[in-house]
């Protein structure tokens, strides 16, 4: 009997110690939330477990929110914060807020080589299930450093490649520095679609190059006024065209009625051959001037016809071309030395024979 009361005490304490393992083995066979040294955390996480086991998750939501807040990177590690965001996602996903529950679990997963293996499969299964219900964007800016605003709310640390989640809709980008214009752009957010913008973010005129560019145009509105007084009469550009354009007529006339006399006076060797030749096979000088005149006076008759009407054309086009090419001068002359104001005024002027200048005005 003196043995009994001492082995009983031994059993009772081996299976107080029993018990209580296995009963903490079996409250959360993922999380090790709990074994963080932060009481705020830790009280937070009991609250969040409590609930979450329950079913009520708008409670279990808020207690994890308070934890993740609570959980200083000074005093927790890598992985408890990890699982808070991941745990706080599952929440949101049950209380359909999406948007926030993939931004949570997607963080989350970020340092997966954190966490254990069951926890990555449950906050993956999360995210694939939040992902349909929201847009994402990937986004770059440059500078990398500028502060980018969606909806005029700031997002998280600049970043160069920023990873976002939005809800369903039209958003508003802008991305703003120092020394740099603002940057906008809008877009719509589809669910379940990625979105990609790239954005620059343009340096600002400085005062000093503002006032070097009022400067130019102050120079260069001097230049111009110096030249509008040197030169008061200038052509235009109609006049100086039509100006080519005649002397290229004139001198295209000119080459024409050339080569109609030259014309003429190839027909004129071939009338004096044929002439010789007729003369020299019939001995009557006057024979063509009978009715039973030779086949041969008949070509002699058109050959003295063309040769009269190329020679005509000829002088004609020669003439035309020498009025043209006057007029044309006497144009460039006018330009150039008659002013625009009243007086006397020098005007070409061109008959069908003649060509001349005529002086008009009050003296």
Known sequence: MRFVAPSLLLCLMFGAATGYTRSARAEDIYSTLEEGDGSAVKDHVRRAKRARDAGRWTEAHVAYKAAFEAADPASSTERERAELAGELGLCELELRKYRDAAEHLAWSLEQRDALPLQLQLRFEAGQRKAAPHV????????????????????ISAPARIYRL??????????????????????FDAQAGKATTISMQVPRAATPAAEAKDTATGVRTAKRSARGAQASPVTPSATASNLRIAGAILAGATMAVGGGFLIWSAYTEDQLHD?????RGADREADRC?????????????????RRDLLEQVGWVSLATGGALGALTLASLLVGRTSPPSDGARIVPT?????????????W
């Not at 847009?135 to 700031?154: C, H, Q, R």
């Not at 044929?274 to 007729?278: D, I, P, Q, S």
């Not at 001037?289 to 016809?305: V, W, Y």
């Open 165 to 186: 989640f939005l809800e369903p809709g039209q958003h508003m980008v802008r991305a703003r520095l120092a020394g740099h214009e603002e940057a906008f752009q809008s």
């Open 350 to 362: 061109a008959g069908g024979r003649s060509a001349g200048l005529m002086m008009v005005g009050v």
């Open 289 to 305: 001037a009978r009715p039973n005149a030779p086949r041969a006076c008949s070509e002699l008759r058109d050959l003295q016809e």
């Open 135 to 154: 847009g994402t964007l990937y986004l770059s800016v440059d500078p990398p450093d500028a502060e980018v605003l969606i909806d005029g709310k700031p």
């Open 274 to 278: 044929r002439a010789a030749t007729l």
